[in-house]
């Protein structure tokens, strides 16, 4: 049987932006696109998870990250207006050395509590998604989920746990249980616990270190990226990479049995 492995990164990049320094939220530095290819460029990835890039009219910063890559397949889904920059529209992005097929883009329900944030000031709307495709048969997922913390809630209790029970009867409804590799900005660190469903029927595996993927979130928060595998995925090493950013890099060399890689395409292939 043969036997492949790829690797495969998820990123929170912020609009392509470093931060100044970890103390304060929302502090950001001016855009970096070189930054975050570089980063990239040293782990070799072969499908990249982005959340909160920056697209608008002219730009695509996705596209531009793959094209510094040499990465012709780029996937990108707006879900809502940026925080960081008003020119931009925040977006999940795939990028990808492989020619994916779309199936779905599944934006999570809006909370019926809102978002206040605690000086009582409503925050705007930001809708959170999930990018469903597939590759050789394997469901490749990107996902970001509301970051309640910033609102003084949580996904174990009360409201949050309400909202917790809406996103994983819609991973139930739209995702096969196998074979899956599903990453992304989950805003939350135990997993298991949140969704004990998903957990249960879907026997995921994380092959990511359990150490902190932010630097500036307390220790119960502190892992909030994650890469969530199919048992029949095996992995052969994972890694958190701090980075001068809100969220650090990370990513997965993964084994998979049995999968034929089909040359790419010379054209390549992108949406929206």
Same mark, same amino acid.
């Given at each position: ?10 990123w929170n990049i912020a609009g392509a932006r470093k931060i100044r320094g970890a103390d304060k939220h929302f502090d950001y530095a001016d855009e970096d696109v070189t930054y975050f290819a570089d980063c990239l460029r040293k782990i070799s990835p072969d499908i990249i %998870?982005? @959340? ?13 990250? =793959?094209? =510094? ?6 996937? +990108? ?22 020619? /994916? ?6 934006? %999570? ?19 959170? #998604? #999930? ?12 996902? @970001? /989920? ?14 949050? =746990? ?30 298991? +616990? ?23 979130? !307390?220790?119960?928060?502190? @892992?909030?990226?994650?890469? /969530? ?14 980075? @001068?950013?809100?969220? %650090?890099?990370? %990513? ?15 054209? !390549?292939?992108?949406?929206?």
């Open positions: 049987m043969r036997r492949t492995l790829i690797t495969v990164a998820t %998870y982005l @959340q909160e890039s920056h697209t608008n009219d002219k730009r695509v910063i996705a596209r531009e990250i =793959a094209e =510094a890559l040499d990465m012709k397949y780029v996937y +990108d889904a707006v879900a809502s207006p940026s925080h960081i920059d008003p020119q931009y529209q925040l977006s999940n992005a795939i990028i990808s050395r492989f020619p /994916l097929e779309h199936v779905r883009d599944v934006t %999570y329900p809006y909370p019926d509590f809102g978002y206040t944030f605690a000086d009582g000031r409503p925050a705007k709307r930001h809708d959170k #998604m #999930m990018q469903i495709y597939e590759w050789n048969g394997i469901q490749i997922i990107n996902t @970001q /989920l509301p970051p309640l913390h910033i609102f003084g809630k949580e996904y174990i209790s009360g409201e949050g =746990a309400r909202l917790a029970a809406q996103i994983e009867r819609l991973w139930r409804e739209n995702l096969r249980q196998a074979p899956f590799i599903f990453g992304g900005d989950f805003n939350l660190s135990n997993l298991a +616990d949140t969704f004990p469903t998903f957990e249960m029927e879907y026997e995921f595996c994380e092959p990511l270190p359990d150490v902190p993927t932010r630097p500036d979130l !307390p220790s119960v928060m502190s @892992q909030s990226d994650h890469i /969530l595998t199919s048992p029949n995925i095996d992995f052969d090493d994972a890694e958190v990479i701090a980075t @001068q950013t809100d969220h %650090y890099l990370c %990513y997965a060399r993964l084994k998979i049995n049995g999968v034929d890689f089909a040359p790419p395409d010379d054209k !390549p292939c992108t949406s929206r």
